[in-house]
């Protein structure tokens, strides 16, 4: 069944679109979301782990540190399992997706628009949590040099 989003009109909210149009640092990020939620894929990257694909974009420990803690919270907080493809998928996930662009934003400044993405998904009480956990990983991506791009696309899924 078809059927669109009753936030599809708004702009700040991101489509699913093949994983290899997305620039470098939205992949690296990708890829290490991938690796962390499915380190055992033999089809790409070997035995890659994802500390090293985030040290390789040149962040820190403690950059690193905050990506495992995100990741740990949105494992905990989520009313339903993510929705991340696996390392070798082209096709991008509407989690991750939320995900990159919510990076983008708060590394765009734009606060408000990142809040709303995070309530649409996820319990309100672990919405501030997580909100802190994505914007400190946002900060160390842009310390690392590491910009996301923000996307505006209008949102239609199939279930």
Known sequence: MNFRSQHGSRPELIDDHPAETADAPDRTV?????TWLRPACETARGNLHWRDILSDAGLRQDGIEH????MRSLMRVSYRPLDMRC???????????????TIALLQKTHSGAALRMLSE???APAVSGVLKLIRWFAIDLLDAGVELSAQARRVTYMH
């Open 30 to 34: 990708l890829s290490a979301v991938r």
């Open 87 to 101: 390392r070798c998928a082209t096709e991008l996930g509407k989690d991750e997706a939320v995900i990159l662009q």
């Open 67 to 70: 990506f495992d803690l995100l």
């Open 121 to 123: 998904w996820l319990p």
